[in-house]
T-cell receptor, first 114, second 109 residues
Framework: IAGITQAPTSQILAAGRRMTLRCTQDMRHNAMYWYRQDLGLGLRLIHYSNTAGTTGKGEVPDGYSVSRANTDDFPLTLASAVPSQTSVYFC?????????????FGPGTRLTVL | GQNIDQPTEMTATEGAIVQINCTYQTSGFNGLFWYQQHAGEAPTFLSYNVLDGLEEKGRFSSFLSRSKGYSYLLLKELQMKDSASYLCAPMDSNYQLIWGAGTKLIIKP
């Protein structure tokens, strides 16, 4: 593994189903993030984790949950998917040190909820 | 509230120079990032400014004025591969990046 990987690459999901998007990084970054990106809108932060064992809510957390059991993995779960969760999801990580927070992004997961 | 303003789309000619402006209002400020995003791909880091002034990196330069809440990205000697979206992202007092919607840059031969 080099950098950040996400799985699956794309997924079509029926409304009401549960879905977990996977994210793994091998850079030993302490901070990780989940964003969604919709046409015409900026990246919107869903949840973040500044260090293993801690998580925080971003701008649009409703309908999503995360866990950070170790440094490398940061899965995002949709408990009961709805069509408004159709989006491209990006996971990112950073070595959050002081005031510098350059974020490195995974390739994204394109999710369609029908 | 927090707000980022960038032009939605710009068009420029191969070999020319283009300036993409960004104005921002954030809760606190800890620097500003510019990212490039090609269609269907992930954003990638271009530049970071924390002090006022110009940072030059090859064909790309980025400028920051903290007092005006203003930044720009300057792209010189445009190439077709520069066709992409350019995302302005200031960092707030919690060290979170606040993302603009991006400027889609179209390069014409």
């Amino acid at each position: 593994i080099a950098g950040i990987t996400q799985a699956p690459t794309s997924q079509i999901l029926a409304a009401g189903r549960r879905m977990t998007l996977r994210c793994t990084q091998d850079m030993r970054h302490n901070a990780m993030y989940w964003y969604r990106q919709d046409l015409g809108l900026g990246l919107r932060l869903i949840h973040y984790s500044n260090t293993a064992g801690t998580t925080g809510k971003g701008e649009v957390p409703d309908g999503y949950s995360v866990s950070r059991a170790n440094t490398d993995d940061f899965p995002l779960t949709l408990a009961s998917a709805v069509p408004s969760q159709t989006s491209v999801y990006f996971c990112a990580s950073s070595e959050l040190v002081g005031s510098y927070n350059e974020q490195f992004f995974g390739p994204g997961t394109r999710l369609t909820v029908l | 509230g927090q707000n980022i303003d960038q032009p939605t789309e710009m068009t420029a000619t191969e070999g020319a120079i283009v300036q993409i402006n960004c104005t921002y209002q954030t809760s606190g400020f800890n620097g500003l990032f510019w990212y490039q995003q090609h269609a269907g791909e992930a954003p990638t880091f271009l530049s970071y400014n924390v002090l006022d002034g110009l940072e030059e990196k090859g064909r790309f330069s980025s400028f920051l004025s903290r007092s005006k809440g203003y930044s720009y990205l300057l792209l010189k000697e445009l190439q077709m591969k520069d066709s992409a979206s350019y995302l302005c992202a200031p960092m707030d007092s919690n060290y979170q990046l606040i993302w603009g919607a991006g400027t889609k840059l179209i390069i014409k031969p």
